[in-house]
């Protein structure tokens, strides 16, 4: 068997990576709702004490046809299936912005219904293929 | 046996495989370059910004591939005190943190035109930077402490803290809702990425899986004459 030195060694390591281990959970368990990156639209309908003042990111799918454009100001509807929020945007927007696609808004919240917007950013999927394959893929879907 | 793993064994090894090595990179760079340059098709919706992929995802695998090896190198070491192994750590280290940098950098280039922002504190970004942090540490570690011994110690200690993070990393866009989109390739079940990106993909991590070997055979080369060097000196 392994000499006692060893041995030692051993469970001082064992001992040393359980209680970071244990000691990082707790730490991820407790910020939980501080490392999402976004709020969906049910998030913001099932929380009570909402700040209107601050900064927050709503994120989802970017509801067919709502998209419309209007002089300078864009506005549509994200949602996650369940719930949905109107979104007011003045600005740029980036590349991959489209509806039915996912998005990450950045702004206030005038009310429960309405989100002013001041920064919009595209998440995109994990899909990834040539513009010939999904020519096709339309034209079989019709 | 034992000669077998003896420093001077393991030099001549090292030149031969460094030769092996450099005599195929640049051929099968040329390769998995123009493949994933030229003959691979863009993206139906990021066009050419796709290309950014082929160095932007083998750069992130092989960064947490390398820090895996060096915190179960460090296990071992702190468990067993191989002295080959401590040296392997040393000789891992810089690459590894440069892939890092090479992952968040080609990221941040890569996430200007698609998500509209060069940054984003979301749960996989910050927790690739903590990675780079740790490697940072244990370089720097080296360079602090003289006494070999407990240069090695603490640094074992750094990259075996460090081992947590690495799920952390691989899950973070599973068990939050991040920025970052979830992993096209999946160990099991179907990827989402057409095979056509798939084998340029494929092609660039080996190259700079060779890429990463051969620094890393240099750096070990370099370790061992340091070590000779120093055996040199307490003989005068």
Redesign the interface.
Same mark, same amino acid.
Do not use: C, E, K
């Given at each position: 068997m392994l000499p006692k030195k060893v041995k030692k060694r051993v469970s001082l390591l064992a001992v040393l990576l359980f209680t970071s281990v244990v000691g990082i959970f707790l730490i991820l368990n407790a910020l939980n709702k501080n490392i999402l990156y976004f709020n969906s639209p049910t998030d913001i309908k099932i929380n009570q004490n909402i700040n209107f003042d601050k900064k927050i990111r709503v994120g989802g799918m970017v509801k067919k046809n709502t998209l419309k454009i209007k002089d300078q100001e864009i506005r549509f509807i994200i949602t996650d299936l369940k719930n949905e929020i109107n979104v007011s945007f003045k600005g740029t927007i980036p590349n991959l912005f489209a509806e039915g696609k996912g998005v990450v808004a950045e702004g206030k919240l005038r009310d429960k219904k309405f989100f002013i917007a001041d920064r919009i950013l595209a998440k995109h999927d994990e899909n990834y293929m040539p513009p010939e394959l999904k020519n096709i893929m339309k034209e079989n879907a019709k | 046996m034992i000669n077998f793993f003896s420093n001077s064994n393991i030099f001549t090894w090292i030149e031969k495989l460094i030769n092996f090595v450099n005599s195929i990179f640049f051929v099968l760079l040329l390769v998995a370059l123009s493949f994933a340059l030229i003959f691979s098709?863009? *993206?139906?919706? +990021?066009?050419d &910004?796709?290309r950014i992929?082929y160095v932007h995802v083998p750069a992130a695998w092989i960064s947490l591939a390398s820090f895996t090896c060096i915190a179960v190198f460090s %296990?071992l070491n #702190?468990? #067993?005190k191989i002295k080959n192994l401590k040296l392997i750590t040393r000789s891992i280290a810089p690459i590894g943190l440069m892939f890092t940098c090479i992952a968040i950098i080609t990221g941040s280039i890569w996430g200007r035109?698609? =998500?509209?922002?060069f940054w984003? =504190? *979301?749960?996989r970004i910050t927790s690739m930077v903590v990675m780079a942090l740790f490697y940072f540490i244990f370089i720097v570690i080296h360079k602090f402490f003289q006494e070999d011994d407990k240069a090695n110690k603490i640094s074992s %200690?750094v990259a @075996? @803290?460090g081992? %947590?993070n690495i799920p @952390?990393i691989k899950y973070s866009v599973d068990w =939050?809702?991040?920025?970052h +989109?979830?992993? &096209?390739i999946k160990i099991t079940g179907t990827s989402? %990425?057409?095979s &056509?990106?798939l084998v340029p993909l494929l092609l660039m991590f080996f190259v700079l899986i060779l890429y990463c070997a051969l620094i890393f055979l240099m750096k070990y080369k370099t370790e061992i004459i340091r070590i000779k060097s120093k055996n040199l000196k307490r003989y005068d």
């Open positions: - | 098709p863009p *993206d139906y919706l +990021q066009g &910004s796709v992929m %296990i #702190f468990i #067993f035109p698609t =998500w509209g922002t984003a =504190w *979301d749960a %200690i @075996i @803290i081992l %947590i @952390i =939050w809702s991040t920025l +989109q979830p992993a &096209s989402t %990425i057409h &056509s990106m």
